[in-house]
């Protein structure tokens, strides 16, 4: 069994697997309207033109990216016609149901499929909301030949800017497997061998099952579960900290002066001055000074940055100091 | 099970200790005189930040007191030891 997946794309750089650049000879782009049939105008401009095909896997997939790009100011293109061909042979092996994504805004069009036994049928394609984005169609053909064309023609009436393009990526079925296929086994043992292998796996069961259990009801006798002993520990953590009320009161203040010393910001430098108040009269209002504004804010930087080098340096000193000060007393101590 | 069993007996015990003990909070006056104090700390560090190094301060810091408390230890530790005569250690 396998199952058939397929994911209309543009941008086909998500696609892992191996690619080859295929060259169509009698690949074509014919890009105009009856007054400029095939040539590129100068306000138009093939910006990119990809093809890829790969056959080496099997796997029929084929992908064509045609990206255009419009001269700046230029709003309006009147009629694009874009074929895929291959000499008049199959374009794929086994033409099953395609999807296509147009990228464009106000795109209306048709796609024609032509068959090797010269029917073409024509899907409508239409995305007149005005919004770039891509629209997904799903194209399956009523033709039981072999596509040999696909033609992609319609109008496109964008009023876009520069850089905008219309894209069109082809997709065909990817085929993965899914499930693999697993041998039947030889059904023809006969009857003893199948009844030794049903006691070989009966005892080996039981046995199992017997082990786990002694296993697990040893361990349970033993190890505590760790969801127990860790409410257990919250437990009577909680309520040391709620009896203690007194005494641990100075253990709380330290971690919590610790933990906002080791906070300290030089940009938190703020002097604050309080309020003096005379009789309900606010004689000075509290006034904040800020040392890290002023010198920083004043060109005075620099001495900051010496003070804490030279601060730094003392530092290290002091600390390979105390280290050399203690080792002395240890080795002094034995 | 034994051990959940015993844990359980000493948790309790604690429990019942420590619901005894129960000593009382301290007074809010004092709580706000002490948030007072530590605001002025910090505020404090926050200005000597400004001339100090203060990640390099408080790594060394941090660093010294952890050699002074492993000091203490290991004398500490010594001194339990040389009180046990079979262990003969000098």
New interface residues.
């Given amino acids: 069994m396998g199952t058939y997946i397929y994911e209309p794309y543009y941008v086909p750089d998500d696609y892992i697997g191996t690619w080859e650049i295929f060259d169509f000879p009698e690949l074509y782009i014919d890009a105009g309207n009856s007054d400029m049939p095939v040539e590129i105008q100068e306000h138009m401009s093939v910006s990119k033109m990809e093809y890829s095909f790969n056959y080496p896997d099997g796997s029929d997939l084929i992908r064509g990216n045609f990206d255009f790009g419009i001269g700046y100011g230029y709003n309006h293109i009147s009629y694009g016609i874009f074929t895929i061909e291959n000499s008049g042979q199959p374009l794929f092996e086994n033409f099953g149901t395609m999807y296509l994504s147009v990228w464009f805004a106000g795109y209306s069009g048709t796609v024609s499929a032509t068959y090797s036994n010269g029917v073409t049928e024509h899907f409508p394609l239409s995305n007149d909301n005005g919004v770039n984005g891509t629209d997904n169609y799903m194209i399956i053909p009523n033709n039981t030949g072999q596509l040999t064309k696909i033609q992609l023609s319609g109008t496109v009436c964008p009023d876009v800017g520069y850089g905008t393009y219309l894209g069109v990526s082809f997709k065909k079925y990817a085929y993965i497997l899914d499930e693999q296929t697993v041998p039947e086994e030889n059904h023809s043992k006969n009857i003893f061998e199948l009844l030794k292998n049903f006691i070989d796996n009966f005892s080996d069961t039981i046995g199992r099952a017997l082990k786990n259990a002694v296993t697990s009801a040893f361990q ?6 760790e969801e ?2 860790k409410s ?1 520990t919250e ?2 953590k909680t ?2 900290w ?6 641990a ?1 100075p253990v709380a ?1 330290l971690q ?2 610790m933990d ?3 906070d ?3 940009t ?5 001055f309080p309020c003096i108040e005379w009789e309900g009269v606010v004689v000075i209002p509290e006034t904040d000074f800020d ?2 504004s002023f ?1 920083y804010g004043n060109g005075f930087g620099f001495l ?1 940055d010496a ?2 080098f030279f ?2 340096v003392v ?2 000193g ?2 390979l100091s ?2 050399q000060d ?1 080792l002395r ?2 080795l002094d ?1 034995n | ?4 069993g015993l ?2 007996i000493f ?1 309790g015990l ?2 019942w200790v ?2 005894l ?6 007074p809010p006056e004092i ?1 706000n005189i ?1 948030n007072e104090v ?1 605001v002025y ?3 404090g ?10 990640p ?3 790594l ?1 810091g941090v ?2 007191i952890g ?2 408390i492993a ?1 203490e230890l ?2 500490l530790l010594m001194w339990i030891l040389n009180k046990i005569p079979f262990i003969d250690i000098d």
């Fill in positions: 349970s006798l033993f190890v505590p579960d127990y002993l257990r437990l009577l309520q040391f709620d009896s203690m009320g007194l005494l009161y203040f919590s002066l906002d010393l080791a300290c910001n030089p938190n430098a703020v002097f604050t040392l890290y010198f900051i003070c804490r601060t730094s530092l290290v002091a600390f105390f280290c203690t007393r240890i101590d | 099970m034994i051990i959940e844990f359980d948790s604690a429990m420590l619901e003990l129960n000593l009382p909070d301290v709580v002490m530590k700390l910090v505020q560090g926050n200005v000597v930040s400004l001339f100090v190094n203060w390099l301060f408080l060394l660093t010294s050699i002074i000091r290991y004398l």
